[in-house]
T-cell receptor, first 114, second 114 residues
Framework: AQSVTQLDSQVPVFEEAPVELRCNYS??????LFWYVQYPNQGLQLLLK??????LVKGINGFEAEFNKSQTSFHLRKPSVHISDTAEYFC????????????FGGGTRLMVKP | KAGVTQTPRYLIKTRGQQVTLSCSPI?????VSWYQQTPGQGLQFLFE???????NKGNFPGRFSGRQFSNSRSEMNVSTLELGDSALYLC?????????????FGAGSRLTVL
């Protein structure tokens, strides 16, 4: 069975500083990995996805993530955050034979301070 | 084009009642998935429908059920409500029911059970 773990429940950071949100996964088969963002009182918005190919994936709003198979990680990074990046971030994975049955991590609340 | 529409956005029920939530997917999308989001359990997969057929079901009791209509619109029903059913219920749609497809989420239906 697949599992997704987000190692930090909260990450405080100052505006314009870099940030990394950590995600580890475990699966016995190939997986597709995603990062979603959720703003208050809204649904989830896709930031980026890893399906195959290049391990460095670029997404929207300046975010990127690197798939590391040996470390079973998919960490999300941004070189310079803005106040508007304050939100909850979710890492998710789905096994390649599991339809749209995503497994989500517990979420990381990114708090950007002025 | 219009996004995923969920109705109602907010509702309050009492224990023992039942509730029906509706989801209209993006036009052309044939797969609809439902997720429950709570502070304690996070985001959990409920079920997935593709072309009116349930393809996957999460680990939820039989009180939780769903269906999909020929126009791809979906409903989920929770009978004999319990306090623990209070949650944000998210619907997501995609063209196909395969993990490589991007899910587009609605804003959710927030259910409060008193």
């Amino acid at each position: 069975a697949q599992s997704v773990t987000q190692l930090d429940s909260q990450v405080p950071v100052f505006e314009e500083a870099p940030v990394e949100l950590r995600c580890n996964y475990s699966s016995s088969v190939s997986v597709y990995l995603f990062w979603y963002v959720q703003y208050p009182n809204q649904g989830l918005q896709l930031l980026l996805k890893y399906l195959s190919g290049s391990t460095l994936v670029k997404g929207i709003n300046g975010f990127e993530a690197e798939f590391n198979k040996s470390q079973t990680s998919f960490h999300l990074r941004k070189p310079s955050v803005h106040i508007s990046d304050t939100a909850e971030y979710f890492c998710a994975g789905v096994e390649n034979n599991a339809g749209n049955m995503l497994t989500f991590g517990g979420g990381t609340r990114l708090m950007v301070k002025p | 084009k219009a996004g995923v529409t969920q109705t109602p956005r907010y509702l309050i029920k009492t224990r023992g009642q039942q509730v029906t939530l509706s989801c209209s997917p993006i036009s052309g999308h044939r797969s609809v998935s439902w997720y429950q989001q709570t502070p304690g359990q996070g985001l959990q997969f409920l079920f997935e429908y593709f072309s009116e057929t349930q393809r996957n079901k999460g680990n939820f009791p039989g009180r939780f059920s769903g269906r999909q209509f020929s126009n791809s619109r979906s409903e989920m029903n929770v009978s004999t409500l319990e306090l623990g059913d209070s949650a944000l219920y998210l619907c997501a749609s995609s063209y196909y029911g395969a993990g490589a497809n991007v899910l587009t989420f609605g804003a959710g239906s927030r259910l409060t059970v008193l």
